[in-house]
């Protein structure tokens, strides 16, 4: 049910991407090239917990309005825990995803999401790998500058649940995007 939700909404979003304008709808001039390459980072230390994570991300610009793209993605928790001892959770993730730019930097996004969860320790007996899908959407702002743009998401999870190795339903991404330039165009 959930997957049709965001087949739904992808398709809404590609009927309306072709009637858009580009002069009313889309990033500036400057964004040369269809492909963007870039990403996110994080880092945190919260109680006996350390996390460290990287999350690459690949897009094409279909119009000047509406991109699709995966990103894949490592997290890196290592725990200290008085009952199991020290251990690591690893989260691999792989996501396609689709936003639309609505007006002047403010997009809508789409996202589906496939997560496995190992947990391993010298303490604790290795687990077998848990999976998880999060269907999310939600909204977001580019900062556009030369042929790169910063981007800020907030994106609700409507798979999520307390088994969920996201904490909260509510998913903040920040990140950064770089528009490569195509062959034909000269080297300013």
Same mark, same amino acid.
């Given at each position: ?12 979003g590609?009927? @309306? ?18 492909v963007?390459v870039?990403?996110d @980072?994080?880092?945190? @230390? ?28 490592y997290d890196m @928790? ?5 009952y199991?001892g ?9 996501a ?6 609505v ?6 996004q789409?996202?589906?999401?496939e997560?496995?969860?190992l ?9 077998a ?8 959407a939600?909204?977001?702002y ?7 743009y910063?981007f800020?998401s907030l994106l609700?999870n ?18 950064f ?7 034909k165009?000269?080297?300013?």
């Amino acid at each position: 049910m959930k997957k049709t939700i965001v087949m739904i909404l992808m398709a809404v979003g590609l009927a @309306f991407a072709g009637n858009a304008s580009a002069q009313t709808f889309g990033g500036p001039e400057s964004m040369k090239g269809k492909v963007v390459v870039g990403g996110d @980072f994080n880092l945190g @230390f919260y109680g006996n917990t350390f996390n460290i994570g990287v999350a690459p991300q690949a897009g094409y610009r279909l119009t000047r309005s509406l991109e699709a793209g995966v990103r894949l993605g490592y997290d890196m @928790f290592f725990s200290r825990d008085y009952y199991y001892g020290n251990y690591f959770s690893h989260i691999f993730s792989g996501a396609a995803y689709l936003n639309f730019e609505v007006f002047s930097g403010i997009y809508l996004q789409v996202e589906d999401e496939e997560m496995c969860l190992l947990i391993s320790g010298k303490d604790i007996e290795a687990s077998a790998p848990t999976w998880y899908n999060s269907v999310m959407a939600g909204i977001g702002y580019r900062q556009y500058w030369n042929n790169n743009y910063t981007f800020y998401s907030l994106l609700y999870n409507f798979s999520w649940d307390y088994d969920s190795p996201y904490n909260s339903p509510f998913v903040v991404r920040v990140g950064f995007c770089y528009a490569l330039k195509n062959g034909k165009e000269k080297q300013q």
